[in-house]
């Protein structure tokens, strides 16, 4: 029979996963209470949640919000971070606040797919998504200029032997 108070803690944990495109499943076993406020206190200022969730209640929110994927990462003493700004910024806010203290990560729910902790560890030393655009866009762009300078070429080269052959004939 579930009580007002865990019907309370599951909505908020349908609202967090529902809201958010990526969730991070890590254990906290070795964090002490002042360690964890320091955590959450660091992931707060990087707008990320990171909650300490029983795995029974974990799951009924992850089946109510559609994320079924995270289900196989509930397993023993279980903290959910969830938010940031992309999937790379909120990897590399959990693993440099909790490389102090050990904490090992599960794995991650990443739009739909299940990823292990190396995983999150490669996503984490990802630049930004917006670094990657401009990369992206950077390596689309490089050629179309090359190709560009490629395709005035001639006609500048037309344009500096009129000039030599004018000044030839006034020369001359």
Known sequence: MPTEAKEVAVGELVELLSASGAAIVSDHRGLSVADLHRVRTELRAKDISYRVVKNRLARIAAEQSGRAELIPLLVGPTALAVGGSDE?????????????????????????????????????????????????????????????????????????????????????
């Open 88 to 172: 790379s910024a909120l990897a590399k806010g959990l693993l440099e606040a909790t490389r102090p203290f050990k904490v090992e990560v599960r794995g991650a729910a990443l739009d739909g797919r299940t990823v292990d902790g190396a995983a999150v560890t490669a996503l984490a030393s990802l630049p930004a998504r917006d670094v990657l655009l401009a990369q992206l866009a950077g390596g689309m762009a490089s050629p179309l200029s090359t190709l560009a300078g490629l395709l005035a070429a001639p006609l500048r080269n037309l344009g500096h032997g009129l000039v030599q052959l004018r000044d030839q004939r006034a020369a001359a």
